[in-house]
Nanobody, 121 residues
Framework: QVQLVEAGGGLVQAGGSLRLSCAASGGSFSLYTMGWFRQAPGKEREFVAT??????????ESADSVKGRFTVSRDNAGNTVYLQMNSLKPEDTAVYYC????????????WGQGTQVTVSS
């Protein structure tokens, strides 16, 4: 069975940094798209960043709201994805979720339980 486990969330002051990790198990994820999403209270879940296999390397994309502050990366096997979050703002406060999509499939079929990130002003 596929399992995604996030770690690294916590409480941090504005301007600080956190590094989230997502470890996937139960399959081979080297060709999977691995993405980060977040959901704040009263808001819909939104895209944060993604890592996608490009036939020899992993691309990295991020939402405009976090561009220049957040960086997504992947280990060599592709089973662990990271989200380095710098210059955190109070509006970054949310539950952060890791998700995975099979190769050439657009839908994210696998989701982690989420990790809380709280940024104080």
């Amino acid at each position: 069975q596929v399992q995604l486990v996030e770690a690294g969330g916590g409480l941090v002051q504005a301007g600080g940094s956190l590094r989230l990790s997502c470890a996937a198990s139960g399959g081979s994820f080297s060709l999977y798209t691995m993405g980060w999403f977040r959901q704040a209270p009263g808001k819909e879940r939104e895209f944060v960043a993604t890592s996608r296999w490009r036939g020899g390397w992993y691309s990295a994309e991020s939402a405009d709201s976090v561009k220049g502050r957040f960086t997504v990366s992947r280990d060599n096997a592709g089973n662990t994805v990271y989200l380095q979050m710098n210059s955190l703002k109070p509006e970054d406060t949310a539950v952060y979720y890791c998700a995975a999509a099979r190769f050439m499939i657009s839908e994210y079929n696998y989701w982690g339980q989420g990790t809380q990130v709280t940024v104080s002003s």
